[in-house]
């Protein structure tokens, strides 16, 4: 009855109350819930290979990443998505004390010449709003990463993509449309959802 209704409201309201859930977040629960999906992913072996790893600035509630960027793994890159004049998503390397600028949407990303393809990631943390077991993402609604990564859709290949963000933004089942492209992997404070291909 659950999946039936959330199938039946519409991605804008799906957003509108996810965003209130994560909204209603008190400023330690959100530290605590960073530290602690730092450690999940930490443990997880398959995503300790070195390479690029794609993460993501945190804006309006987002699950911040500073701790896992902390806690890299020896050979692991960090890198920040940087949005180009067509609409595309690339990314660039970053550390902290890296200039930035701000986009289009206000922002930051890495002030780089040289930037990388979805491709040449080996693991991708993407922000969330929404997402269920079967590993259907709900984002802020404007595609990037789906359209970034629709490769993935003919085969699974690198990077590994992993939903980052609150417990408190699991729905039993998410409505999905045909440029959806699904996660391997899900982050929250209460562990780390390895989703099967």
Known sequence: MVEE????????????DLRARRAALKPGERLAAADAVARHLGGREE?????????????????????VQLRLAPGQVWCLPVVQADGG?????????DPLVPN???IPEPDAAVTLAPQELSLVLLPLLGFDRRGARLGMGGGYYDRAFAFRQQQPAPP????????????????AEAWDVHLDGVATEDGFLAIGR
Not at 5 to 16: C, G, N, V
Not at 89 to 97: D, H, I, T
């Open 5 to 16: 209704l959330l199938l039946d409201r519409t991605r804008a309201q799906l957003r509108a």
């Open 160 to 175: 590994h993509l992993v939903g980052v963000g609150y417990a408190c933004q699991e729905l039993p089942a998410l409505p």
């Open 89 to 97: 998503l690339r990314f660039a390397p970053w550390r902290a004390g």
């Open 104 to 106: 289009r949407f206000g």
């Open 47 to 67: 995503l300790r290979q070195p390479g690029y790893v794609g993460g993501y600035w945190a804006v309006n509630g987002e699950l911040p990443l500073h701790a």
